[in-house]
């Protein structure tokens, strides 16, 4: 399947190299999935790793490393296509990524502004790491 990370699974893989989003980052390594990020994504990776105290550089390598597909960040009249369906206006550039790659899945860890509208899309499947783990090992 193809799935959008969220710079939140990203960033949570690299810091905790054991958990899900490591787990889930290391089948796209694998290509037991596909996975894609924007360019917008990867630089909300860089823009907060600092926050996990993790080296920007490093967090850059790390994209560039797993992620084959980084594709150009969409266009402004598909993002705002989603400023209804959204919670915060900033989380308008996910949504129009999975739309426009026809991606299976949204990856995120964001329970607040992401995780809550899995119910209002349709035409991809919102989820965690953890769920996605337990949906691909059926």
Do not use: M
Request: with cysteine.
């Amino acid at each position: 399947p193809k799935v959008v990370f969220n710079a939140s699974v990203i960033l949570s893989g690299i810091y905790s190299p054991t958990g899900g989003s490591a787990k889930v980052l290391e089948w796209v390594k694998t290509n037991k999935i596909k996975g894609v990020i924007s360019e917008i994504i990867k630089d909300e990776v860089i823009r907060k790793s600092y926050k996990l105290k993790i080296n920007p550089e490093k967090a850059n390598k790390v994209c560039i490393k797993i992620f084959a597909e980084i594709v150009p960040s969409p266009k402004i009249a598909l993002i705002n296509k989603f400023e209804n369906t959204v919670i915060d206006y900033g989380d308008t550039h996910l949504l129009a990524t999975a739309y426009q790659t026809k991606s299976d899945y949204l990856l995120s860890l964001d329970k607040k502004h992401i995780l809550s509208i899995k119910n209002k899309i349709k035409w991809t499947k919102i989820v965690s790491p953890g769920e996605l783990i337990k949906i691909l090992v059926k």
